[in-house]
């Protein structure tokens, strides 16, 4: 019911075949996405006046590992940096509210495949709220938000991926200002993968 409400019959269909596809294969249908600081739904770029909203030090990321409910383990903490990824979040008095870790580089996205994009974008990844502010638009205000700093860096935004069939996502991604870029295809058949990125994707790298 929630399929055909977001995306028509065909839509909920698609997601039936996407599923039984993945029981015999892997299968992805990516739809490729970017946020500009010309696409991005201003009702994003502002939060409650008592918040913060920015990049995190390194001093700060130990102190937070510590912590089980911020579910960033040290280990996690000290290879993200090491790589030179940075995690921007929301801060309410002591408290992260929410955050997301971001990397200009290629990252992975199964065991066996890894997206590769332009370092003129950044890429969002391991998104976090606590529970006790989850309802309030977070994840997508702190993402709009880091979009722009990295914007005034020279960054030209955010580019990011949905899989075709989860509907509930790409419906929150338009909310806030993504645009499609194109789509990204990869069947594996028995050990090798047969992958082909949609030509809207050429001009992300």
Same mark, same amino acid.
């Given at each position: 019911?929630? @399929? #055909? &409400? /977001? ?7 698609? /997601? ?5 596809? /993945? ?11 970017? #946020?500009?600081?010309?696409?991005? @739904?201003? *009702?994003?770029? *502002? ?57 200009? !580089? ?13 370092? !003129? ?14 309802? !309030? ?22 580019? *990011?991926? #949905? ?16 645009? &499609? ?25």
């Amino acid at each position: 019911r929630r @399929d #055909v &409400k /977001n995306a028509g019959l065909l839509g909920a269909g698609w /997601n039936l075949a996407y599923r039984a596809l /993945n029981k015999v294969t892997r299968f992805m249908a990516l739809t490729m996405l970017s #946020v500009t600081p010309e696409t991005v @739904d201003a *009702s994003f770029l *502002s939060g409650k006046a008592e918040h913060q909203h920015r990049f995190l030090s390194a001093a700060e990321l130990e102190h937070l590992s510590r912590d089980p409910a911020n579910e960033m383990p040290a280990g996690f903490v000290a290879e993200a940096l090491t790589r030179g990824d940075r995690c921007y979040a929301i801060l309410d008095g002591g408290v992260v509210a929410s955050y997301g870790w971001y990397l200009r !580089q290629e990252t992975a996205v199964t065991e066996e495949l890894s997206l590769r994009f332009s370092p !003129q974008w950044a890429y969002m990844y391991k998104g976090f709220t606590r529970p006790e502010y989850r309802g !309030q638009r977070l994840h997508a205000i702190g993402m709009a938000q880091a979009m722009m700093e990295h914007s005034r860096e020279g960054c030209r935004g955010l580019v *990011s991926y #949905v899989e075709s069939n989860n509907y509930s996502s790409l419906k929150s991604c338009y909310r806030m200002g993504y645009v &499609k870029a194109g789509t990204i295809v990869a069947l594996r058949v028995g050990g090798r993968y047969f992958i082909r990125a949609g030509p809207g994707c050429v001009s992300f790298g």
